[in-house]
């Protein structure tokens, strides 16, 4: 009932759910912010912004459980033509729905824990912000994600502003604006672009949907140009070496309870050049795949070097970011089903193990007033839980047996060997191995390394501190032993994306 074309699915789910399940995952976020505003007495806003999260991650679960992993096509489609509204999820994107959901619902018990100002204010803003990544993840118009991704970055922006308070902040701020603002104009002007191709092609007819610019976007000028802005536009977010100038002094000066939310939104951008630009412009992917790649391994490298000379725990964090962000670049541009399928299930592994950490830094930070590393050490012998949380974290972000990275990292390296050969293989996964070193080096000095005299008295952790890292390390660990259904889950729509490429 349908047909496919050059390999991506044209086809949809026929059998719909009873409920819309997609307009509920989007539309629960912002009713949840609404209720939650209009609550501003700190114990009824906690409450309702817990629940609100909550039940977005056991939506997310029913959504899942309503798909068929072993079809291609994008399913739980829903439409309504005056606005251009059209949405449908796969199995890549409900990785991505579902991290971003637990994610969001560790983040109200974060603010919780550390005891957060205005948190009426504070949870509305974070449910935004979720409303806008879910609007990203289901939506198959590429105006109306650049439309969700501004509500995003502005729900961040919003946060990071309302709570700098230092000169230092302000600063770190302003150069996210500036970048943020800039690879936003850039992706727009992408969707421009695409939207005009489509017209050249159809006789005056505009669209910016995916299933009608699929094969629309004539070979030449318009998907070379498309395929730079949106490229160039999502690298600014992601980010990828070298336009990640505007992470590390966010990493170090802004809202450390806005982190985690900001990691999530970043690996967005990954999934934007495999919703958009891998399909809409192939032509171009192809030709410029080498120099992606090379500037992706070369990032591995770069980054994981800056990463030893940093003094500040946050900046380091922020370097580990971008060197594994490259890693998961060199997944997607593999152009195979193993590297697509391997990048998906490590941005999920990177964006809950990175913000695990910053949680854990968040709560030394409250401890200390610190994340210089030659003011901390001898942590271990006062909050142990916390550092081998942190150690766990550690270890998931380079691939360790028993974390979801495992699997997906060597599917990642196996689609490097086949398109790349052996050689650019060995050394994308030395440089990964360049990634252990580095943390682990964090981990000592911060952790390990003697009490100093004289140093900060530090506070043993908290029952909410328990309940923040629990859940996120056994949520990890879980996936990691028992990775079966997330690979089953993701087979057969990496199979249909990289069809496109096929030799």
């Not at 502005?154 to 603002?181: D, K, N, P």
Request: with cysteine; net charge neutral; charged share 10%.
């Amino acid at each position: 009932m349908g047909a496919t074309l050059g390999g991506f699915s044209e086809i949809f789910w026929p059998q719909q759910a009873a409920l819309p399940l997609v307009l509920m995952l989007q539309a629960l976020p912002l009713f949840g912010a609404a209720v939650v505003f209009a609550f501003k007495e700190r114990l009824t806003a906690v409450v309702l912004g817990k629940a609100f999260a909550l039940g977005e991650l056991l939506l997310a679960v029913v959504a899942v459980s309503h798909l068929n992993p072993t079809s291609p096509a994008l399913q739980l489609a829903e439409r309504f033509a005056p606005l251009a509204y059209h949405v449908a999820v796969d199995g890549l994107s409900m990785v991505f729905i579902l991290s971003g959901a637990l994610l969001t619902f560790l983040m109200t018990l974060y603010g919780m824990s550390r005891g957060m100002i205005s948190p009426g204010r504070l949870f509305a803003v974070l449910l935004i912000a979720e409303a806008g990544l879910v609007g990203m993840l289901v939506t198959v118009n590429v105006a109306w994600f650049a439309a969700f991704s501004g509500l995003e970055l502005w729900a961040v922006v919003y946060l990071l502003r309302r709570w700098a308070s230092s000169r230092a902040e302000i600063q770190a701020l302003a150069r996210f604006v500036q970048y943020q603002g800039f690879g936003w104009a850039l992706f727009a002007a992408g969707c421009v672009v695409l939207g005009w191709g489509h017209a050249e092609a159809t006789g005056g007819r505009w669209s910016f949907d995916l299933f009608d610019l699929l094969g629309a976007i004539p070979v030449g000028k318009f998907q070379t140009a498309a395929f730079y802005l949106l490229f160039y536009g999502l690298a600014v977010r992601t980010p990828l070496f070298p336009l990640h100038g505007w992470l590390p002094n966010m990493a170090q000066h802004g809202l450390i309870a806005v982190a985690p939310a900001l990691m999530v939104g970043v690996k967005v951008g990954i999934y934007g050049m495999l919703r958009f630009v891998l399909p809409l412009t192939p032509a171009a992917v192809q030709t410029w795949q080498p120099y992606v790649v090379g500037f992706a391994m070369a990032g591995v490298f770069f980054t994981a070097a800056l990463a030893f000379q940093q003094g500040n725990l946050r900046r380091l964090l922020a370097f580990a970011v971008v060197s594994h962000t490259s890693l998961l670049v060199i997944g997607l541009f593999s152009l195979h089903e193993a590297g697509i399928q391997g990048t998906v299930l490590l941005a999920a592994n990177f964006g809950l193990a990175v913000t695990g950490m910053w949680f854990i830094v968040g709560f030394v930070f409250r401890r200390t007033g610190t994340t210089e590393l030659h003011e901390l050490s001898g942590l271990f012998e006062r909050i142990p839980f916390l550092a081998v949380a942190f150690l766990a974290f550690g270890l998931a972000i380079v691939g360790m047996p028993g974390t979801p990275g495992f699997d997906a990292a060597h599917l990642i390296l196996d689609a490097s060997i086949d398109q790349f050969g052996a050689l650019s293989t060995v050394a994308t996964a030395l440089g990964n191995v360049a990634a252990a070193g580095f943390l682990l080096w964090a981990f000592q000095r911060a952790f390990l390394s003697q009490a100093k005299a004289g140093g900060h008295d530090v506070d043993r952790t908290l029952p909410m501190e328990y309940v923040v890292c629990g859940i996120a390390l056994i949520a990890l660990l879980a996936i990691g032993f028992f990775t079966e259904p997330w690979l089953y889950l993701t087979e057969t729509a990496s199979q249909a994306a990289a069809a496109r490429f096929a030799r």
